[in-house]
């Protein structure tokens, strides 16, 4: 019962009895018992005034206590208010230094780190996610989806599969994605994606984690081609043994028979028999000597350490000198139909390294010679300026050989690399390599087309330099 109520109830309770009292006084009586009506009245009236007196006094310190317990229990509800609302500030400093000491661990961390809503839409991201997205306030992110920041593409990729995620509602680790970098290229990414599980036991978003694995792959990738390296080396090396060992057999079987002829029946030998064995020495000898020079080519190509030294050359001059010097014996030109054909202004300028052309061309003639069928017709045809190539010279070698099959075409300028298709013919497969870096060398190219028993075509491109350049070519070395 609340203070006031009990005062009320107290102050009726006296004033109900001082009305009985009054009412008893008023009631009649006889003369005789009327002086003893009035020693009772007065008796009355004074313990009447006295439980006043009491009554008041009662109020009063009733009154007084109301006031003291309500004073009280407005003082107590003060220091309650008080108290709870320090514990609910102090508790709120807390929440935001541990919510500040969150963001700033998160932002510190170098991985991508989000959380996306059951809709998948951005609800956090770190310094390192917003930066690869070229965003730098979070509030450039909160509320967007992949849709919003990415192409539509990658932007599916992602959606579908936060999708599995949260459908498995398990956590899905170390998928290896390709996500835009920091630095402006893509990377490689470790991405996990953790559903996360409300009360109610049903997703209600995702936590991405994206670890930078670009490193790791670009090493990865170095030893995979450090291993093929290796292979190509290893099957270099083999290619190498059995190709020398049967290539130096023939040549060094000839010159051991030729010595030992000369050496047994010198006496009975006229001089014309003698120089053609001696003949048959030097032509071996230079066979071997072309092997060696095509393999130590090879070696100072993948060095990067062939002498260059360009100058400018009458190309037709020099295409004559390697034809004569290739064909004026007359061993092969009869067995071949033969054709040059030759546009060129006379003393055509090309800016151009002697022994590396000579060696380019001989090689492309030589094979258009040995893989062509005796009889059979073989063209050189040399063209400067064409009209739709501007400064450049232009050779084609064309033969009506057996052709490159179709499946060794992509391996031709292997070192070491023979079609399958020519049986019982010496080479080394060296020469297409050779030729190849020494056109390439002078910023030339090569290309071909092939067709199985019909014949190959040879194109080589050579630039050739305006006449205020052709000073400079001469300067222009190579180191061993």
Excluded at 50 to 76: C, G, M, N, P, Y
Aim: charged letters at 25%; one cysteine or more.
């Amino acid at each position: 019962m609340h203070l006031s109520t009990l005062r009320d109830s107290t102050a009726s309770t006296l004033d109900n009895s001082t009305a009985k009292l009054e009412v008893k006084q008023a009631d009649p009586v006889s003369n005789n018992g009327r002086c003893h009506v009035d020693k009772k009245r007065t008796h009355l009236q004074s313990a009447l005034a006295t439980h006043r007196r009491k009554a008041i006094q009662f109020r009063h310190r009733v009154s007084d206590h109301a006031a003291e317990l309500t004073e009280l229990v407005a003082s107590r509800s003060i220091e309650m208010a008080e108290d709870a609302s320090r514990r609910v500030a102090e508790r709120t400093a807390e929440l935001m230094q541990e919510r500040t000491l969150l963001r700033i661990l998160v932002d510190n961390i170098p991985d991508y780190i989000y959380v996306k809503d059951e809709e998948g839409r951005y609800l956090l991201a770190n310094r390192a996610y917003l930066l690869s997205l070229r965003l730098y306030a979070p509030e450039d992110l909160l509320g967007k989806s992949d849709y919003d920041v990415y192409p539509k593409t990658m932007a599916d990729y992602f959606h579908n599969a936060d999708l599995d995620a949260l459908r498995s509602l398990q956590p899905v680790m170390g998928v290896e994605e390709l996500r835009p970098g920091l630095g402006g290229g893509d990377i490689w990414v470790s991405a996990t994606k953790v559903p996360l599980i409300g009360a109610a036991g049903t997703p209600i978003g995702i936590l991405g984690i994206a670890h930078d694995i670009t490193t790791r792959k670009r090493m990865e990738d170095e030893l995979r081609r450090a291993l093929q390296t290796e292979q190509e080396l290893s099957e270099l090396k083999s290619r190498f043994v059995s190709i020398a060992s049967h290539e130096f057999r023939t040549p060094l079987a000839t010159i051991l028979a030729s010595t030992e002829t000369l050496r047994n029946y010198r006496k009975q030998l006229t001089d014309e028999k003698i120089e053609a064995r001696l003949d048959k020495i030097r032509t071996q000898v230079r066979h071997m000597t072309e092997i060696m020079e095509d393999v130590l080519m090879l070696a100072r190509g993948q060095a990067g350490k062939i002498v260059f030294k360009p100058e400018p050359t009458d190309i037709v001059a020099l295409l004559q000198e390697v034809l004569r010097d290739l064909l004026g014996t007359g061993e092969r030109e009869p067995q071949h139909q033969l054709v040059t054909e030759i546009s060129c202004v006379p003393d055509q300028q090309v800016a151009i390294d002697r022994g590396l052309f000579r060696k380019a061309v001989t090689n492309l003639l030589t094979n258009a010679l040995k893989y062509s069928p005796s009889g059979s017709r073989v063209e050189v045809i040399l063209t400067c300026d064409p009209p739709d190539n501007a400064k450049t010279a232009v050779l084609i070698v064309r033969d009506s050989g057996i052709g490159i099959p179709e499946e060794d075409q992509k391996y031709i300028f292997e070192p070491f690399h023979r079609g399958r298709n020519v049986g019982a013919i010496s080479g080394t497969g060296l020469g297409l390599v050779v030729a190849k870096q020494s056109i390439e060398l002078h910023g030339g190219s090569i290309r071909f087309s092939s067709s199985t028993g019909i014949g190959t075509t040879f194109v080589m491109r050579l630039p050739i330099a305006a006449e205020n350049e052709q000073s400079n070519y001469k300067t222009v070395t190579g180191t061993e």
